[in-house]
T-cell receptor, first 115, second 110 residues
Framework: KAGVTQTPRYLIKTRGQQVTLSCSPI?????VSWYQQTPGQGLQFLFE???????NKGNFPGRFSGRQFSNSRSEMNVSTLELGDSALYLC??????????????FGPGTRLLVL | QKEVEQDPGPLSVPEGAIVSLNCTYS??????FMWYRQYSRKGPELLMY????GNKEDGRFTAQVDKSSKYISLFIRDSQPSDSATYLC??????????FGKGTRLHILP
C-alpha cells in the first residue's frame, strides 16, 4: 500500500506570494492533518480535514487555509507569505474510525523557503 | 508554559546502552500519548501510543506514562546506531487534536 505523498517536496517563494501544497493520503484514509515544523517551534498542528470538512484547527492566522476533496486528497494554501513561514509542512493521514485516529501516517513533507 | 515540554538534546549514548527519553505535559485533558521517531529529511513515524498510566512494551521500546506527575517516558533497550533520530512525544485530546513536544535528538555512538 502506497504511503502518504506530498508535492512538491521543495519550494522557494518570495515574501507576499502565495503557495499551495498537496497531500495524497493512504488509500482508504479519510482524515488528513497538516502540521508546520520549524526548529524553533517544533511540530505545530495547523488543521485537520475529515470527509471534506475541517474538523479541527490550530492557532494559525487566516492566511493558512486548506481543503479536502471527495477522494480525500487535501491541499493547504498560504497567502501573503512571510519569512517566518519557512518550514517543513507535513501532512498525516489516518482512518479516523473511533480510536484509530492515533495511528497517523506522515508524509515526507514539503520544505518551503520564503525569501 | 508549553503544553508538552521536551529536552532538545542532543543526547549521545554508546551502542547497547538503555536510552531514556522524557517529556512533561501541563494539561490533564490529554486522553492519549504517543512517541514518534523522525529521521533526517523524513516525516515522523509512530512508535508507541498509550491511553493510560503505566507501561507499554513493544520489542526494544517501552513507553511509560505517569498521569499523577504528568510525565511521559520512552525507554529503548539495546540501542542501535539505527536508533539515531529525533524522538517526538505528544499528547492527544478527545477531539483528536495532537500537541507535540519539540523533539529530542538522539545519537547512538557505535
Amino acid at each position: 500500500k502506497a504511503g502518504v505523498t506530498q508535492t512538491p517536496r521543495y519550494l522557494i517563494k518570495t515574501r507576499g506570494q502565495q503557495v499551495t501544497l498537496s497531500c495524497s493520503p493512504i488509500s482508504g484514509h479519510r482524515s488528513v492533518s497538516w502540521y508546520q515544523q520549524t526548529p524553533g517551534q517544533g511540530l505545530q498542528f495547523l488543521f485537520e480535514y475529515f470527509s471534506e470538512t475541517q474538523r479541527n484547527k490550530g492557532n494559525f492566522p487566516g492566511r493558512f487555509s486548506g481543503r479536502q476533496f471527495s477522494n480525500s486528497r487535501s491541499e493547504m494554501n498560504v497567502s501573503t507569505l512571510e519569512l517566518g513561514d519557512s518550514a517543513l509542512y507535513l501532512c498525516a493521514s489516518s482512518l479516523a474510525n473511533g480510536r484509530e485516529k492515533e495511528t497517523q501516517y506522515f508524509g515526507p513533507g514539503t520544505r518551503l523557503l520564503v525569501l | 508554559q508549553k503544553e508538552v515540554e521536551q529536552d532538545p538534546g542532543p543526547l549521545s549514548v554508546p551502542e547497547g546502552a538503555i536510552v531514556s527519553l522524557n517529556c512533561t505535559y501541563s494539561n490533564s485533558a490529554f486522553q492519549y500519548f504517543m512517541w514518534y521517531r523522525q529521521y533526517s529529511r523524513k516525516g515522523p513515524e509512530l512508535l508507541m501510543y498509550t491511553y493510560s498510566s503505566g507501561n507499554k512494551e513493544d520489542g526494544r521500546f517501552t513507553a511509560q506514562v505517569d498521569k499523577s506527575s504528568k510525565y511521559i517516558s520512552l525507554f529503548i533497550r539495546d540501542s542501535q546506531p539505527s536508533d539515531s533520530a529525533t524522538y517526538l512525544c505528544s499528547g492527544g485530546y478527545r477531539d483528536d487534536k495532537i500537541i507535540f513536544g519539540k523533539g529530542t535528538r538522539l545519537h547512538i555512538l557505535p
